[in-house]
């Protein structure tokens, strides 16, 4: 059997005074750094450094970044850590075009304002601008642009501030899927159909339908656009029960009748 090395007590005592000094450094080193951070901490808060320095603004499209700015009462060189934020964006969702704010701290002194509006419902053809309108009815006269984008339906003849904000709603409702396929948006009110629409769709064809229940109304149209023939122009009336006018039947319909009264006018004359 081989022989087996001891270790005596005496020469492992340097090896344990080494470890515990290397612990004990450890130690040492970890207070020191608490210490230094608490003191660079209160540093930090009882110097300008904790002052906020910039306000930065961002998802704002039509809202105007100053305005953001007066309605959150925030300011530079107010104390970072002391502005409420959550009044301030309470403050801030209060305009008309912020749906939703928020703010944040960004260390060391900066706060950053994040603004979701509502969105962009259509364009309402005045003159010769065009005024966008928001999901809450809400009119942008001062955003008014010469030449609208694709990204939203042009309304026509809308005259009555009531009978639109009702339509916007109803327009807020429809799906995306539908709202994208729509051109125009004309009103063409009569006696006895105050509400009636026409609409001019991107695939070229024409709907007749109402404001009440629009979207409603308007939900099964994917569907029955590819039941109709894209070749065959007419209207697709969108209601209870939705049917589509072929211009051909009409065409034939009229010839119909201009012969029977030239073959009844015939019979007159014998």
């Known amino acids: 059997m081989a022989d087996r090395k001891v270790v005596t007590i005496e020469d492992r005592i340097p090896t ?11 130690r040492l080193i970890l207070y020191l750094s608490i210490f230094f951070l608490l003191i660079l901490t209160v540093v930090y808060f009882q110097s300008p450094l904790s002052h906020i320095s910039q306000i930065n603004v961002e998802g704002n499209e039509f809202a105007d970044s100053n305005e953001v700015l007066q309605y959150s009462s925030i300011q530079e060189n107010d104390h970072l850590w002391n502005a409420d934020l959550e009044e301030a964006a309470a403050r801030i969702e209060t305009l008309p075009t912020v749906e939703q704010a928020e703010l944040t701290r960004n260390w060391p002194n900066t706060v950053t304002i994040t603004i979701v509006e509502d969105s962009l419902m259509a364009f309402l053809r005045q003159g010769d601008r065009y005024v966008p309108i928001l999901s809450n009815g809400q009119l942008l006269t001062d955003e008014a642009v010469q030449h609208p984008s694709s ?30 396929r729509i051109s125009e948006i004309h009103h063409i009110p009569s006696e006895d159909k105050p509400f009636a629409l026409e609409l001019v769709m991107n695939d070229g ?3 007749h339908t109402e404001i009440a229940d629009f979207a409603e109304a308007m939900e099964p149209y994917p569907a029955l656009v590819n039941e109709i023939d894209p ?23 009229e010839e119909q009748g201009e012969q029977g009264v030239e073959e009844g006018g015939g019979s007159i004359e014998e």
């Open 205 to 207: 064809l024409m709907v």
């Open 231 to 253: 070749e065959e122009a007419g209207v697709l009336h969108m209601g209870m029960s939705p049917y589509f006018e072929s211009y051909e039947d009409d065409e034939e319909n």
């Open 151 to 180: 990204e939203a339906p042009v309304l026509y003849n809308w005259e009555d501030v009531d009978i639109l904000r009702e339509f916007t709603a109803e327009l807020a409702e429809t799906g995306d899927g539908i709202v994208n």
């Open 16 to 26: 344990l005074k080494e470890q515990r000094k290397k612990r004990a450094n450890r």
